[in-house]
């Protein structure tokens, strides 16, 4: 039976998608289909409508809309620049410093907005004109501002780790943001070891006169309020003092509080952040809501439990076992979004082994692989470039970045060494 509900699952679902039907559609579609092979029609339609229902009302899920609406007043309030010149100023004689300005702002800036696809549009949007006047290879720009935009999503405040904390079955959201830090740094630091090297066999140099302990401190002072939002909230969520949800809401005031003090934004663009925010918050949870209806079909047939036989009957050996996912996830985020992904795959994977950061990273290498990859297509549209000019520079970020999640996958202590150092974990 578990075999025959996954077949039909994925048949519908992969069916589905290459039409073109939307994800969210997709899924509860398929799930339903499933639920009628062993349920009457009645009780599956009322069954469907229950977990979506109760999918949906989970108070945790008001985390979401939160930070988004945080992001996106972050995204309008001028912080992109006041980060870059703060990283600007610590590598500014670095060959090809411009490129790992890119990479460091991309991961404090996709931190703090909570979107890959955004830090890629904002700060790839900022660094074009001066890596057009030192002669930079489009190309390499793109790939480089696409290859490390994901690194943010690992790095909380995270509604990609929030997301998994629900779906696990309440993981503690805590433990998850103290796991993806190094992750996060890691991914970032794959990536500048990267654009280092391209920028030595080019030529490009750093930006004569760059560094000061002024302009270090000048431009720290600027930047510390959007870092000091990082520190607030995630401190304030590990310690115990707010919940993720309350941590969210105070995000979004303190969001308010820079971008009125900056000017940056209005009552009417207020209200158009929020109509946006609104959107994309709805679309998440209503998507949390069907997934519920699969997660339901799954345990009701005990798929996750066919799977897992399934893998421990080829082989015992933790390694392989963790490459073994390491490879379908890497392939199924080839083809979707990384909420989808993550609603999907954790039910299936979770009685193997607990997995939250590894899923993560999985999938956010997705976010910047053909033929979905959406921040890599944003930064070639902001680098006003081509896919077959970028995809043979984003090799070597790929192999960078695969190499850094065979580091968190089969390294433990990366992943658990902070959780336990603030007792998050015991």
């Known amino acids: 039976m578990a075999i025959t509900a996954l077949l039909i699952i994925l048949v519908v679902l992969g069916a589905l998608l290459v039409v073109g039907v939307p994800i969210a559609y997709a899924i509860g579609i398929s799930a339903l289909v499933a639920i009628v092979q062993t ?101 390499i720009s793109a790939a480089t501002n696409g290859a490390s935009a994901p690194s943010g999503l690992l790095i909380p405040p995270s509604n990609a780790l929030i997301t998994y904390s629900l779906v696990s079955g309440g993981t503690s959201v805590a433990a998850l943001f103290m796991a993806g830090y190094i992750p996060g740094i890691i991914w970032a630091l794959c990536c500048m070891i990267v654009a280092i090297l391209i920028a030595k066999k080019k030529g490009y140099t750093g930006i004569a006169g760059q560094f000061s302990w002024i302009t270090l401190f000048k431009t720290t002072l600027e930047a510390l309020p959007s870092l000091s939002l990082i520190i607030v909230v995630i401190g304030g969520i590990v310690g115990g003092i707010f919940t993720a949800t309350e941590g969210a809401a105070i995000s979004v005031v303190y969001a308010l509080f820079l971008s009125i003090c900056y000017r940056s934004v209005t009552f009417a663009s207020f209200w158009e952040l929020t109509v946006r925010s609104a959107k994309t918050s709805a679309m998440i949870i209503f998507l949390i809501g069907v997934s519920n209806i699969l997660g339901w079909v799954m345990a009701f047939d005990m798929i996750p439990q066919a ?98 999640l065979m580091l968190v996958t089969y390294i433990p202590a990366i992943t658990m060494a902070l959780p336990m150092a603030v007792g998050a974990v015991k």
């Open 307 to 404: 799977i897992s036989a399934g893998l421990l009957s080829l082989t015992t050996s933790p390694f392989l076992i963790l490459l073994i996912m390491n490879i379908i996830l890497l392939v199924a985020g080839t083809f979707m979004d990384v909420t989808p992904a993550i609603l999907i795959f954790t039910p299936l994977f979770l009685p193997i082994v607990k997995f939250g950061l590894i899923l993560v990273y999985n999938l956010c290498v997705g976010n910047i692989t053909p033929p979905v990859g959406n921040t890599l297509f944003v930064a070639i549209k902001v680098g006003r470039t081509t896919l077959a000019k970028v995809m043979p520079h984003m090799l070597l970020f790929y192999v960078a970045i695969i190499i850094g």
């Open 39 to 139: 349920v009457p029609m009645d009780i599956s339609v009322l069954t469907a409508a229950q977990r979506t229902f109760v999918g949906m009302s989970n108070f945790g899920l008001t985390a979401i809309p939160f930070f988004i609406l945080a992001g996106e007043l972050m995204n309008q309030g001028g912080i992109a620049k006041r980060l870059i010149n703060f990283v600007l100023a610590i590598v500014g004689k670095c060959p090809g410093s411009l490129l790992i300005t890119n990479v460091g702002t991309n991961a404090l800036f996709g931190a703090i907005s909570g979107s890959a696809a955004a830090a890629a549009a904002a700060v790839g949007s900022m660094l074009k004109e001066g890596e057009k006047e030192r002669n930079y290879d489009k190309a």
